[in-house]
């Protein structure tokens, strides 16, 4: 999709299991064996008790608006056709927080503590980006 104008991740050897995830439209998170925090964004070290014993597991998708915000104005040019569109934390059932996109709703139907689900967004053959919609 040579077209897509917007900025990509580059994925990191810490979340490069979250993308390959996504890509298989599935939400996946760390998971601390020692204490058994739930872990986002991904990293390397346990950021409750300092364990480096993360493992990778399959999460629903379930969470909620915790904060959310409406671009009226594109700081991209990629993002100029989409304004406006809403910029959001989701807080995961699990409660890790996400920044994300929520879609397939209008920007002003968007509530703090609107329950929402991942979906998934093939913007390249190689990236998936998580959004969230209503649930
Ligand atoms: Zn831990």
Redesign the pocket.
């Known amino acids: 999709m040579p077209d897509y104008k917007k900025p990509l991740p580059h994925p990191t050897p810490a979340s490069r299991p979250f993308w390959e995830a996504a890509k298989r439209h599935e939400l996946q998170i760390q998971r601390?064996t020692?204490?058994s925090?739930h872990i986002f964004y991904p990293r390397e070290l346990?950021p409750?008790?300092l364990?480096p014993d993360l493992q990778w597991i399959k999460v629903s998708g379930k969470g909620s608006v915790y904060s959310f915000t409406i671009a009226q104005q594109a700081t991209h040019h990629g993002f100029a056709e989409e304004v406006p569109y809403v910029i959001a934390i989701v807080e995961l059932d699990e409660g890790p927080r996400l920044t994300t996109n929520i879609t397939g709703c209008k920007p002003e139907a968007v509530r703090i503590g609107m329950p929402v689900v991942a979906s998934f967004d093939d913007v390249t053959p190689e990236m998936t980006l998580v959004k969230f919609r209503p649930a």
């Open positions: 601390c020692k204490c925090a346990c409750e008790c364990a």
